[in-house]
């Protein structure tokens, strides 16, 4: 069975950081592109980042470049989701996805049964305010 553990979320200052960290299991995690989805309170899903199976290219939304970083370590099984200069607007809960093979580079989705993830995380809850 698939499993996504999220964990590292919490209440920070605006320009503060955290980092999200995803523990995967039920696959071989190290064969499969990876993503951080997230949702803002009253809002529909968005894409943040994704990185491929070898962590050795990564992409960001351009709400995000600049100050996330996606990055994995497949010997663990985890990826990880390095958020500095928090803003306001990154309220939300963020959800690790595993990607189905090739659909790495479909990122306008709109919905979860649109796009090309097939396994989520239960998410995890990320509140930037003073």
């Known amino acids: 069975e698939v499993q996504l553990v999220e964990s590292g979320g919490g209440l920070v200052q605006p320009g503060g950081s955290l980092r999200l960290s995803c523990v995967a299991s039920?696959?071989?995690?190290?064969?499969?592109?990876m993503s951080w989805v997230r949702q803002a309170p009253g809002k529909g899903l968005e894409w943040v980042s994704d990185?491929?199976?070898?962590?050795?290219?990564?992409s960001n939304a351009d709400s995000v470049k600049g100050r996330f970083t996606v990055s994995r370590d497949n010997g663990k099984n985890v990826m990880f989701l390095q958020m500095n200069s928090l803003k306001a607007e990154d309220t939300a809960v963020y959800y690790c996805?595993?990607?189905?093979?090739?659909?790495?580079?479909?990122?306008?989705?709109?919905?979860?049964?649109?796009?090309?993830?097939?396994?989520w995380g239960q998410g995890t809850l990320v509140i930037v305010s003073s």
């Open positions: 996805a595993k990607i189905r093979r090739g659909g790495r580079h479909y990122r306008n989705w709109e919905s979860a049964s649109d796009s090309p993830l097939d396994a």
């Open positions: 039920g696959f071989t995690f190290s064969d499969y592109d």
């Open positions: 990185i491929n199976s070898g962590g050795g290219d990564s």
